[in-house]
């Protein structure tokens, strides 16, 4: 009779029992391994001829230098974890897959409801990178050792590393919450760190110069980039629509990648604010329908196209050293800093979902570091002394926006 209070068959117990591998408490054992200390314990599983049997499991977790002696090793932290995930976890045989075959799996069940961006990046490293060192991998087989050789192993930079971890730990996610695995491999593991990125940013007379000298339509991209920091997709995505021109309000609702009609990048990039009086009434001689930049066969504008055939001639022809779309952006970040603008109204207008990202959009122009100095000079240098005149205090009052209306004719 069952806890229910149904009697149930002999041979159905029978049967259940034979479906079952029998709980056990397993504390595992500590081995030394060259100048490493490893793990050891024992998994349930299926083998290769589909048969139920004890995988034997083994992962790196310490070195010698760090903990000499076995008694040592045996208070870290991963030890206590490990025992509580083993004797813990639902008691389940995991499923002889290999990782390319449920990588499979995971395209077509995960990858279709990401992004088409996300998708493209994610194919790419599955079949050039993860594939080639872990396809032929039971997924049971692998462990923070071999997940550890890998990254060691690539011979790419710090940041295609990470993005090449990050497409695995999505699968592998997915096949923990499917039941395929029991083990978490990235405890543990060190990734190369990538140097901070080199971030271009124009200066506002750079900005006067391009707005100067850009034709239309070219011209209102390059303002709106500027004034209001949108993203490229965001701007390539802008229907006329979006924009009120009679309250002077610009909404993103949209956004568009390699051509196509895409959801803006993150939650916090669905966003609404104003326009300057200067940029609205350009707008209103130049109000359409539709697509505000569009190409001849109704195709949205693609950012990397307009830097290539737009951007890019006219810098060099101004003497502007080359950079991308993205540098307006961080003018515009700049920008609203030397405004004195409260951070939340700079994170809401960029569309950041964290402040902190916002924050690293902020560069010190090269004036505002002379003003500064010159400051400092005047207060402590004693040669000055005699000069009781208050130094001259930096503020930046009014709209820094306006400056960038392009000279009319």
């Known amino acids: 009779m069952g806890d229910s209070g149904i009697i149930v068959p002999a041979q159905n117990l029978q049967a259940e029992r034979e479906n079952l591998l029998r709980r056990r408490f397993q504390t595992g054992s500590i081995v030394r391994r060259g100048k490493s200390w490893e793990f050891r314990w024992r998994e349930y599983g299926y083998g290769e001829d589909g048969q139920k049997c004890h995988v034997n499991r083994r992962e790196v977790f310490a070195s010698v230098k760090d903990y000499p002696t076995k008694r040592l090793v045996s208070r870290h932290p991963f030890i206590a974890q490990k025992q509580n995930e083993i004797n813990n ?3 389940r045989p995991v ?82 919450a499917w039941g395929y695995v029991n083990t ?4 543990g593991l060190v990734l190369p760190k990538a140097p901070a990125p080199e971030i271009k940013c124009f200066t506002v007379e750079e900005v006067q110069k391009i707005l100067n000298s850009a034709p239309e339509p070219d011209k209102t991209f390059y303002w709106l980039a500027a004034e209001t920091g949108m993203r490229a997709g965001e701007l390539c995505g802008l229907r006329w629509e979006d924009i009120d021109l009679d309250s002077g309000a610009l909404q993103i609702k949209q956004s568009a990648w390699q051509g196509k009609i895409v959801t ?6 669905c966003r609404m604010f104003a326009l300057s009086p200067q940029l609205l009434e350009h707008l209103k ?38 950079r991308g779309l993205h540098a307006f952006r961080h003018c515009n970040a700049t920008l609203m800093d030397r405004m004195n603008v409260p951070m939340k109204t700079r994170q809401d207008r960029l569309g950041h979902a964290d402040l902190g990202m916002t924050a690293r959009y902020t560069h010190a122009l090269a004036e505002d570091d002379r003003r500064i100095a010159n400051q400092i000079g005047n207060l402590l240098c004693p040669t000055v002394s005699k000069n ?17 209306q392009p000279a009319t004719a």
């Open 89 to 91: 976890q639902v008691l």
């Open 95 to 176: 499923r002889a897959i290999t990782f390319a075959q449920f990588a499979e799996r995971w395209k077509e069940q995960v990858l279709t409801q990401h992004k088409p961006s996300t998708q493209v990046s994610a194919k790419s490293n599955i079949k050039i990178h993860l594939n080639p060192f872990f396809g032929h991998l039971l997924l049971s087989q692998i462990g923070g050792e071999q997940v550890q050789a890998f990254v060691t192993s690539r011979k790419a930079s710090a940041k295609s590393v990470q993005n090449f971890i990050a497409t695995f730990r999505m699968i592998w996610n997915s096949a923990k």
């Open 184 to 187: 978490d491999p990235f405890i």
């Open 264 to 269: 803006p990048k993150t939650k916090t990039a």
């Open 285 to 322: 001689q130049k109000r359409g329908t539709g697509l505000v930049f569009v190409y001849r066969n109704g195709n949205p504008w693609k950012g990397e196209k307009v830097v290539e055939r737009k951007l890019g001639p006219l810098l060099k022809k101004l003497g502007i050293p080359h």
């Open 388 to 404: 009781t005149e208050a130094p001259e205090v930096i503020t930046f009052k009014g709209s820094v926006f306006s400056h960038l």
